[in-house]
């Protein structure tokens, strides 16, 4: 899993797959995700995954030589938490 609480915050860490390193410059990743519930921070840690293993898709990718076509430059967009729906019209 890639949730932890540091004090009363949460925060979204994920290691670097060690034959991305060099590509990603990083060894971990790390993300505060504030002091909000835990039903919060589970969905927030799961819109940074989806985040994270794009970039190691994109990595893979140019590791190999390939293209990212195969994987949406919008993944980040897709990947951001839903705002809710507010009406248009008054009470």
């Not at 925060?11 to 002091?35: C, H, M, N, Q, Y």
Request: with cysteine; charged share 35%.
């Amino acid at each position: 899993m890639r949730l932890f609480r540091r004090g009363r915050r949460w925060t979204f860490r994920a290691f670097v797959p060690e034959e991305l390193r060099a590509i990603i410059d990083k060894r971990e990743i790390w993300k505060s995700l504030g002091a909000v519930s835990y039903r919060e921070a589970l969905r927030l840690s799961h819109v940074e995954s989806v985040k994270a293993d794009a970039l190691f898709a994109e990595a893979r990718a140019k590791r190999a030589g390939g293209t990212t076509d195969d994987t949406p430059a919008s993944v980040s967009d897709r990947a951001s938490p839903r705002q809710p729906h507010k009406r248009a019209c008054c009470n």
